[in-house]
């Protein structure tokens, strides 16, 4: 009888350890700026390992580009450390275009304002962490 009370006890506690990491996530506020015209769409990647940065998005989400500024919000993120990558693709081809160099020819942006040196930014500048406070991102293109 005292080890069907301990394996339930035992469920018990792992059912309510459960259900309180699911609660255990946060949104990301995205303010983009400097959008230069209404054309084409902002394409946000979110990642969430350095090992996939610029390669596979943990989330991503396409918005109309708005000209100006535009306020995209990220639910239900899990805590834990993540970069943004965004692009304006001003021709809608889903593609950041670049030239023969690779260098972008449309504006993009990342986390923190982090900036590339001799390349795109690293993911050591544009990581962030997503817990309990307010998470919010400004991103210039």
Known sequence: MKIKHLIASFFAFLISFLAS????????????TNIQ??????????????NTFYVNTY?????KAKKDSLR????????GEYAIS??????????LDTNFFKIPKEPYGTSNNAKGKL???KWE?????VSEKKVVQSITL
């Open 21 to 32: 990491a699911q609660h255990q996530t946060n949104d990301i506020e995205v303010h983009i």
């Open 37 to 50: 015209s209404d054309d084409g769409t902002i394409i946000v990647g979110l990642y969430d390992n350095e």
């Open 59 to 63: 989330r991503s989400v396409t918005r």
């Open 72 to 79: 995209i919000i990220l639910k239900n993120i899990p805590y």
């Open 86 to 95: 965004l692009y304006h693709d001003k021709n809608d081809n889903k593609t």
């Open 119 to 121: 390349g795109p930014p």
């Open 125 to 129: 500048d544009a990581k962030f962490m």
